[in-house]
C-alpha cells in the first residue's frame, strides 16, 4: 500500500477529531489490512497522507496505529462554544438578510442606514445638505465594507430567556415554551427607520435541540422545588446562549436560521448550567 504526500484540502488535518461512518472501515499499514473498526468509533487525526489519516485504534483488545481512508469518516465540528460568533443585533441581520435577499440594496437606504449606525453623526449634519452628502458618501464606503466582510458561514449567538413547561414524565424533561416553530426572536433599531425594517425577526427551521432540559424525576423535582416562592409559585425562566446559522428569507423579509448548539442555565449570570446539546458532526 503506497501513501503519498499531497495535503487533504477541506478534509481532516492533524490534531482533528474524527468519527468512523462506514460500516466496514478498515484500519491498514504499509503491510496490510490490521483489523475493522465499528461505525461510532472517535479517534483523533494524528497524520495525514493523501486521503489517508493516522490515527490510535483499539484492535483486538490493543492499542494500534493504522491508516484509514477519509472516506470512512466524518470531522467532528470544533468546539462550537469557542468559535467567532455574530452578537444578536439589528445590525448585523440586516447584513445577513441584505447577504439573502437580493430584493434589499441596503445602499438604496444609507440615509436609515447612517441614523441607526451612525446617529449621532446623521443628527449633527442632517440639517446641512451639503455635508450631510460627504456622510453619505463616507457611510457607504463603511457600509460596503462591512457588508463585504459579513460572512453567512459565522454563527449569531442569541442570549435568549427560555421558559419550561411541566415536567413530562415519559420523556424525563421539562419541555421549553419557546421551542416551536411559530415562535420568534427579533432585535429593532434603535431610533426610527423610514425604508429600512426597524425590526428584524428570525424564526427557526427546527427548534429541537432546545426543545426541553433532560432531567431524571428526582432531580427535577429538587430543582424545582427550589424555585417556588412563598406562596408555592414557580420560577419557571432560564437563560439560554442559543447559536444559531442564518439560512434563508421568507417572502416577508423574515429570517429563518438553524440551532446548532446551545447551553440552558438556571441563572440570569450563567453559573448554573442545565443542560448542553451535543456537538453536531460536520461531513467533510
Known amino acids: 500500500l503506497a501513501f503519498c504526500a499531497n495535503v487533504l484540502g477541506n478534509e481532516p488535518r492533524i490534531g482533528d477529531s474524527v468519527v468512523v461512518v462506514s460500516d466496514e472501515a478498515e484500519v491498514r499499514s504499509k503491510e496490510g489490512t490490521l483489523g475493522v473498526v465499528s461505525v461510532g468509533t472517535q479517534f483523533s487525526v494524528k497524520q495525514t497522507s493523501?486521503?489517508?489519516?493516522?490515527?490510535?485504534?483499539?484492535?483486538?483488545?490493543?492499542?494500534?496505529?493504522?491508516?484509514?481512508?477519509?472516506?470512512?469518516v466524518r470531522a467532528l465540528e470544533r468546539d462550537i462554544s469557542r468559535q467567532p460568533a455574530y452578537e444578536f443585533t439589528w445590525h448585523n441581520l440586516l447584513l445577513a438578510r441584505a447577504k439573502m435577499d437580493?430584493?434589499?440594496?441596503?445602499?438604496?437606504?444609507?440615509?436609515d442606514y447612517m441614523k441607526v449606525t451612525r446617529y449621532k453623526v446623521w443628527q449633527q449634519h442632517r440639517n446641512d445638505e451639503f455635508q450631510l452628502q460627504r456622510k453619505r458618501i463616507e457611510t457607504l464606503a463603511i457600509l460596503r465594507q462591512r457588508f463585504a466582510e459579513f460572512d453567512l458561514e459565522r454563527d449569531f449567538l442569541l442570549l435568549a430567556n427560555l421558559?419550561?413547561?411541566?415536567?413530562?414524565?415519559?420523556?424525563?424533561?421539562f419541555p421549553i415554551v419557546e421551542a416551536a416553530k411559530t415562535h420568534y426572536w427579533y432585535d429593532s433599531a434603535?431610533?426610527?427607520?423610514?425604508?429600512l425594517p426597524r425590526s428584524i425577526t428570525v424564526f427557526l427551521n427546527d427548534?429541537?435541540?432546545?426543545?426541553?432540559?433532560?432531567?431524571?424525576?428526582?432531580?427535577?423535582?429538587?430543582?424545582?422545588?427550589k424555585r417556588k416562592g412563598r406562596h408555592g409559585e414557580v420560577n419557571r425562566e432560564v437563560y439560554a446562549d442559543i447559536r444559531i446559522r442564518i439560512t434563508g428569507v421568507r417572502n416577508s423579509g423574515k429570517l429563518e436560521a438553524d440551532v446548532r448548539w446551545a447551553r440552558i442555565f438556571g441563572d440570569r449570570d450563567r453559573t448554573q448550567l442545565l443542560y448542553e446539546t451535543p456537538q453536531s458532526p460536520v461531513e467533510f
Request: negative net charge; without cysteine.
Open 102 to 111: 437580493k430584493s434589499l440594496n441596503i445602499e438604496d437606504h444609507v440615509d
Open 163 to 173: 421558559t419550561f413547561d411541566g415536567y413530562d414524565f415519559k420523556t424525563a424533561r
Open 207 to 225: 427548534p429541537q435541540l432546545i426543545s426541553g432540559i433532560p432531567m431524571e424525576a428526582a432531580t427535577a423535582e429538587r430543582f424545582l422545588a
Open 190 to 195: 434603535d431610533v426610527y427607520t423610514n425604508s
Open 50 to 72: 493523501g486521503t489517508w489519516l493516522l490515527g490510535l485504534f483499539e484492535i483486538e483488545g490493543q492499542s494500534t496505529w493504522g491508516w484509514m481512508k477519509a472516506s470512512s
